[in-house]
């Protein structure tokens, strides 16, 4: 839990924090006031009729400049209508948990994938967490976006059967305008992946007016097949807002929010532009 990058499509804010997060869902809260009774910062609001949430379109039961997220509002919430994001662990408790599904990775040839946020941002849990893995005879990926000094990923190829790569967009502008960061460090990684001989899925968020222009895929498939055959494939990925939910429940605003999901049939051109340099690519992954 924690990025380094902050993408304005965001589909997953849970995990762009490096702390745990409280979830409130309205449609289970009852308004009972219990949360409210043991917040020893004040920073849950008064029960209130319910059904009047909706006369305020901001209306947030907790207050998130007061709350320092002790969770009590959370242990004492009996409907589940407030839940805890993010849970501290160990690695081997990780561990423990991925070999339950051996059985599934067995019959699958699948096995875990390490994503985020951003598991660069942890490189020695990361790290340790891979190797654990692979000492199990665990097939493992890393989900990255590449965002971070090369010594950081070079320390985790031993243990990586297979990086997921994010490619935003090519513009170094663009790219910090709308993600926060330079992407000079992301396209180096990705070249020095590839030179490394690594087997490299690139996985392409497809978002409106941002990357979505058949002259900005050009560059991109350009790009891509420079890098040679250690890019086995491409996956656009159609931008959807079906987390919409994720930012209510976290009190947070989306400017995304009304944004329509884009259908398969409008990436297909981006597909084909892909398809005619060579790329093997899919749309969804």
């Given at each position: 839990?924690?990025?380094?990058?902050?993408?304005?499509?965001?589909?997953?804010?849970?995990?762009?924090?490096?702390?745990p997060e409280i979830y409130w869902k309205q449609s289970l809260c009852r308004q009972c006031g219990r949360c409210f009774d043991?917040?020893?910062?004040?920073a849950v609001q008064p029960p209130i009729a319910l059904g009047r949430e909706e006369e305020n379109a901001h209306y947030y039961?907790?207050?998130?400049?007061?709350?320092?997220?002790?969770?009590?509002?959370?242990?004492?919430?009996?409907?589940?209508?407030?839940?805890?994001?993010?849970?501290p662990k160990t690695v081997e408790e990780v561990l423990q948990e991925v070999e339950r599904d051996m059985p599934f990775y067995l019959n699958s040839g699948g096995g875990m994938t390490v994503t985020g946020g951003e598991p660069t941002a942890f490189p020695d849990f990361t790290r340790e967490?891979?190797?654990?893995?692979?000492?199990?005879?665990?097939?493992?990926?890393?989900?990255?976006?590449?965002?971070?000094?090369?010594?950081?990923?070079d320390s985790l190829r031993p243990y990586?059967?297979?990086?997921?790569?994010?490619?935003?967009?090519?513009?170094?502008?663009?790219?910090?305008?709308?993600?926060?960061?330079?992407?000079?460090p992301i396209l180096a990684n990705l070249r020095?992946?590839?030179?490394?001989?690594?087997?490299?899925?690139?996985?392409?968020?497809?978002?409106?007016?941002?990357?979505?222009?058949?002259?900005?895929?050009?560059?991109?498939?350009?790009?891509?097949?420079?890098?040679?055959?250690s890019v086995m494939r491409v996956d656009l990925l159609p931008f959807h807002n079906w987390c919409q939910d994720k930012y209510r429940w976290?009190?947070?605003?989306?400017?995304?929010?009304d944004v329509e999901s884009l259908p398969t049939s409008e990436v297909d051109d981006l597909l084909d532009i892909m398809e005619e340099h060579g790329l093997k690519t899919t749309i969804g992954g």
């Open positions: 839990k924690g990025c380094t990058l902050n993408c304005a499509w965001c589909h997953n804010p849970e995990c762009i924090h490096f702390f043991v917040c020893p910062q004040e039961k907790i207050d998130l400049s007061r709350c320092d997220r002790c969770m009590r509002c959370v242990e004492a919430c009996i409907y589940g209508a407030l839940s805890r994001v993010g849970e967490l891979l190797r654990g893995a692979c000492e199990r005879g665990i097939h493992t990926c890393l989900d990255t976006s590449g965002f971070c000094e090369w010594e950081v990923l990586t059967n297979i990086f997921l790569y994010d490619i935003k967009c090519l513009s170094g502008k663009l790219h910090v305008m709308r993600t926060g960061v330079n992407n000079s020095r992946l590839a030179e490394c001989g690594e087997t490299i899925i690139v996985r392409i968020p497809v978002i409106p007016a941002f990357n979505d222009s058949p002259e900005h895929m050009e560059k991109v498939a350009d790009f891509l097949r420079g890098l040679g055959p976290l009190g947070r605003e989306w400017e995304y929010r």
